[in-house]
Structures are given as structure tokens and as C-alpha cells.
């Protein structure tokens, strides 16, 4: 069954992602593209919305796009940017505002009887994030919306379905921006709302076999949510013809590689455990930039799967639970307006000589939304509810050089603050966590004794998809039972402390 699709057309915004997961929450599926790539079957899509920008439309090199196939053609909402741009270069007039208007404002004038603003009314709160102001409407403009700074918050093009506005819908802060979103797609673009989990498992199953036919894939599962609800739409789509293979890169948590095994064996699934930690480490030796050990990492996973692959034989696919952040996030490196902040080790494509195929069935989801098409397929929930864990493990929690020891160390410390979330009914209020072992040595007094030795970070987080999040307020008391804990029983540690930093400015990983 084929549902409406809404087109996104991203010109930088942090903000663009909210976009797409607001509409998606309507059950609405839709694609962010950069706006200077759009897909090239613009007649896919039932209506588009432009994002915003941290350009400014006065500027000289202002980002602006042909948008002669879709303005007037279909439904249009433009947001801040957007809304700037469509005034700017069409007869309207863009300032730079006398005040910058950052955060919460309150709609002071609603035009009635508009179909893009039912049950929106004065007062109802928007948030603000621009620093130029819309003088004056575009030709054929027509006000529907103000606050008390921004006369020209909402409007429409008289004679086109092409709205505008100032304020972010997409953000929680907007609190009826579901709302319009809601309105115009449904009741303006007549989109229908009708993507959900079940219909994603019934529709993936179904494309996958047909793709895949009698084929046989592999698939590197890692313990994660991801690979585990990818590996079970295969196995419902393909059956054995699905070899996945669960790799122990020496940097999992500890006795990780024998829980998972364990943990996999009542799913029905065909899963191999493969050691290669001499190897990973091997790679690793000597490395301690950052992108330099992710591209080891991420170049020894592959020589590991093709390994695999050549036993099997006659493997035509590789599978991975890739989803719609790590390929958003590493979208500027094919050219969007994006900046690349770290290089997932699973987005960067395969060498040619592997001659697999790729397949990703959750590539278009968000995190939330794959734990919903989960358990939809009633997957174990603890396996659901698991923190995320990234594919490159210990290494990128283990700031420089990568060593066995200092492996054992983080393994150890990571074990307690774990299990202690655990113990004290905190691990799922808890987005994701982890400890950190810094290169740094301090000095301490243990026994009497002077000591010289390693300081662990700890980080928790809260977080709806990874893409922003806040550290978490995690109780003194248990904050003070674990740094006795860790210093207690993990040998060569003598100091712990807390990471405060949200993020952005800090990522969740420390590299
Ligand atoms: N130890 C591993 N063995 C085999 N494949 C792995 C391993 N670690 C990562 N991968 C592959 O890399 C992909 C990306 O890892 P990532 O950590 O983003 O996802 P995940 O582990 O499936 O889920 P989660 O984000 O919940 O940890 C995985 O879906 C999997 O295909
Ligand atoms: O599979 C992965 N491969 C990677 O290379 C990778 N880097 C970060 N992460 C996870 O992504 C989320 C966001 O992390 P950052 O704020 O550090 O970018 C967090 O959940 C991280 O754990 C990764 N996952
Ligand atoms: N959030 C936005 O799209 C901002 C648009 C533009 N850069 C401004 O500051 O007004
Ligand atoms: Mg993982």
C-alpha cells in the first residue's frame, strides 16, 4: 500500500528533524531533503514544508532554490526562513529586526474562520528564533497571525494552499503547533494520516521479500535495539536465509558478548558469535584522534563481516540497523547545508570489493519509532527499553590511546554505574548512560598511601532521539554510592566526576 508522502526541504535548521518527527507523529510519513538536492519526483509527494536556516535572506549568497515545481503546484507551509524567504523574493520586504526574538511569544491576533488556524486561538504560545523580521507581505499576502513584536507571524498566499510563518511549529514549546501542522496537512493538503507500526511491519515485510527473494543476507547484530528490531523484520520476511553475525570488537561492555549471545537464543533468530577483538585491538594500536579510530573501527567491522560473508557463501546482501539520525547526521558529507559532527562507522558505505548489496529496513525511522514497530511485533522489552550503545563502543569512551588494560578499567567502572542504575530503579528513566576513563592521572590518598591514578567521567542523559539532550539529575545519594563504589572496587581508579553538559554544545559521547 503506498501512503502520502511529505517533502521536508531543509536549509540547515537544528530544528529540521522536529519537523519531520512532529509530522510522523501524525502518522504522516515524511523525508527531509537538502534543499539544493530535492528528489528528483517532486510529484511523489502530497505537500512540502520549508525549514529553517540560519542564513539570512538578505544576505548575498542567501540560499535560493527554484521552487517553480512545487509553489502554487501543491500544498506549501514555510517556516521562518521559509517564510522570509517567500516574502523576500516575492515582493515582500525582510529586515533585520530591531530586537532579536528568541523564545516564547503569544499570538495576539488570529484571523477567524481559516481552516489553517482551527482551534488555535489569541494567547496560544509560539516559539521564536530569528533575528530578521518580515515588513512586508509578499504579493497576494494575507495576514493570519501576529504576536505582540511580530505583526507578520502567520500568512497565506490568497489563491495558492502556500502558508508561512514566522514561528516553530515543530518545537515542543509551540504548544499548538501540532495542531497546525495537523491542519495543514490534513485538512488543507488532504494527507492521510495512515502510517503506523503495524502497517510498517506489513509493508517492510513484504517489500523486503520482494527484494530479496530466495537471496541470502547477513546482518551484524550488536545487542542494540536497532539491529535487533532490523534482524526481526528480516527473519519474518526471509527466514533462514537471515545470518547474523554479533561481533565482539573487544570494546563491548563487560561479559556483553556472552549476555547477548544468551539473550538472542529464545528469539529464533540464526545468530554467530564472532571474536575478534585481537583484531579490533590490533587496528586500533597507537591511534588516539578520534575519526581516526572510528574509521579503524568502522574499516575492521567490515573486513570482519566479508569475512563471514565468504563462509557463508554466496551472501548477496549486507543488513544494518542504520536508522534516519545516522544517516541525517552524516548527510553533509553528500553535500547538505549541514555541518558533520562525527562519522557513524555505519553510514560510510561499503569498499568495492565486498560486492554486497545494502539493506537497511529502519533506515527512515527515528529511535522512538523503531521501539514502537518492536514491540508492535512483541519484542522482549528489556531488549526494547536497552540504552542506546554506540557501534564503536569502549573506544570512543576511552579518551586517546586504546589499550586491553584500559578496556578492563572502563569495562569495570561501566559495570557498576550500570548495574547500579538498576539496583536503584533508575535505568529507565535514564535516556542513555556510561562512563568515561579520561587520560588524565590525579593524585590521591588511599590506605595512607599516595596514589597516582585514572579519573572516570560519568554521563547520563535524557534524550527523545539522541539528537539533543540534557544531562540528568541523577539523586547525590546514588552519585556518592557509586564513586565509592568504582573507587572501591575498580583498581587504578581514584577519582570520579559528573559530566554537566548538554548537548549541543557537548555531543553524548566524549569522541
Ligand atoms: N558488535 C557488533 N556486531 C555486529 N554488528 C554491529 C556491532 N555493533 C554495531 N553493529 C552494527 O552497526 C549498526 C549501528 O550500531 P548502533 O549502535 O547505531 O545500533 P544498534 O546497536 O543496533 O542499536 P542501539 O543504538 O540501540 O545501540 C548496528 O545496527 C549493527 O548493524
Ligand atoms: O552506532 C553508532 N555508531 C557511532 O559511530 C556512534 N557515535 C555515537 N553514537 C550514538 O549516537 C547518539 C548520539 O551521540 P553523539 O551525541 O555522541 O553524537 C548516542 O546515543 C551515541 O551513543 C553512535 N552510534
Ligand atoms: N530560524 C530561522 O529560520 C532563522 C531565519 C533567519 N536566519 C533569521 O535569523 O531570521
Ligand atoms: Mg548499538
Given at each position: 500500500m503506498q501512503h502520502d508522502k511529505v517533502l521536508i526541504l531543509d536549509f540547515g535548521s537544528q530544528y529540521t528533524q522536529l519537523i519531520a518527527r512532529r509530522v510522523r507523529e501524525l502518522n504522516i510519513y515524511s523525508e527531509i531533503h537538502p534543499f539544493n538536492k530535492p528528489p528528483k519526483n517532486v510529484d511523489d509527494y502530497k505537500a512540502v514544508i520549508l525549514s529553517g536556516s540560519p542564513m539570512s535572506v538578505r544576505s548575498e549568497d542567501a540560499f535560493h532554490p527554484d521552487l517553480s515545481e512545487i509553489r502554487g503546484k501543491k500544498p506549501m507551509l514555510a517556516v521562518c526562513y521559509g517564510a522570509q524567504y517567500l516574502a523576500h523574493f516575492s515582493g515582500g520586504e525582510v529586515a533585520e529586526s530591531n530586537t532579536r526574538e528568541y523564545g516564547r511569544a503569544n499570538l495576539s491576533f488570529v484571523e477567524d474562520n481559516e481552516a489553517f488556524l482551527e482551534g488555535i486561538q489569541?494567547?496560544?504560545q509560539v516559539w521564536m528564533s530569528h533575528s530578521d523580521t518580515i515588513k512586508q507581505l509578499p504579493e497576494n499576502?494575507?495576514?493570519l497571525a501576529s504576536t505582540h513584536d511580530v505583526q507578520n507571524a502567520a500568512y497565506k498566499i490568497e489563491g495558492e494552499t502556500t502558508y508561512a510563518i514566522q514561528f516553530h511549529p515543530e518545537v515542543y514549546h509551540s504548544t499548538d503547533g501540532k495542531q497546525l501542522l495537523e491542519n495543514f496537512l490534513v485538512n488543507i493538503a488532504n494527507v492521510n494520516p495512515d502510517w503506523t507500526p503495524n502497517a510498517f511491519v506489513q509493508e517492510t515485510v513484504d517489500d523486503l521479500q520482494a527484494k530479496l527473494g530466495g537471496d541470502k543476507v547477513v546482518l551484524g547484530l550488536s545487542g542494540g535495539v536497532d539491529s535487533s528490531v532490523a534482524a526481526m523484520l528480516l527473519h519474518k520476511a526471509?527466514?533462514?536465509?537471515l545470518y547474523c553475525i554479533f561481533v565482539n570488537n573487544g570494546l563491548?561492555?563487560?561479559?556483553?558478548?556472552?549476555?547477548v549471545l544468551e539473550q538472542y537464543k529464545g528469539m529464533g533468530l540464526n545468530v554467530k558469535g564472532v571474536d575478534a577483538s585481537a583484531r579490533f585491538l590490533d587496528a586500533l594500536a597507537g591511534l588516539s584522534d578520534p575519526e581516526l579510530k572510528r574509521k579503524a573501527?568502522?574499516?575492521t567491522f567490515i573486513e570482519v563481516f566479508d569475512d563471514e560473508a565468504h563462509l557463508i557463501q554466496d551472501v548477496k546482501w549486507l543488513a544494518q540497523g542504520t536508522i534516519y539520525p545516522d544517516v541525517i547526521e552524516s548527510v553533509s558529507a553528500t553535500g547538505g547545508p549541514s555541518?558533520?559532527?562525527?562519522?557513524?562507522?555505519?553510514v560510510g558505505g561499503l569498499p568495492d570489493y565486498m560486492k554486497l548489496q545494502i539493506v537497511e529496513p529502519l533506515r527512515a525511522l527515528f529511535k522512538d519509532e523503531v521501539r514502537r514497530v518492536g514491540a508492535s511485533m512483541d519484542m522482549d522489552k528489556d531488549l526494547l527499553g536497552r540504552h542506546p550503545f554506540p557501534g564503536p563502543g569502549l573506544a570512543i569512551r576511552i579518551l586517546g590511546d586504546i589499550t586491553a588494560e584500559k578496556v578492563q578499567i572502563l569495562q569495570d567502572v561501566d559495570?557498576?554505574?550500570i548495574n547500579g542504575l538498576r539496583e536503584s530503579g533508575l535505568y529507565d528513566k535514564v535516556w542513555q548512560a556510561g562512563a568515561i576513563l579520561l587520560p588524565v592521572n590525579s593524585v590521591g590518598v588511599m590506605g595512607d598511601e599516595r596514589t597516582y591514578e585514572k579519573c572516570v567521567a560519568l554521563r547520563a542523559v535524557e534524550s527523545t532521539d539522541g539528537m539533543t539532550a540534557d544531562w540528568v539529575n541523577l539523586p547525590y545519594e546514588f552519585l556518592q554510592k557509586t564513586?565509592?563504589?568504582i573507587i572501591n572496587k575498580v583498581k587504578g581508579v581514584n577519582r570520579v566526576v559528573y559530566d554537566i553538559s548538554s548537548k549541543p554544545p557537548a555531543t553524548i559521547e566524549w569522541e
Open positions: 489569541v494567547g496560544s499576502g494575507k495576514l526471509i527466514g533462514k536465509n563491548l561492555r563487560k561479559n556483553e558478548f556472552t549476555d573501527i568502522g574499516k555541518a558533520t559532527i562525527k562519522s557513524h562507522h555505519n559495570a557498576v554505574f564513586s565509592n563504589d
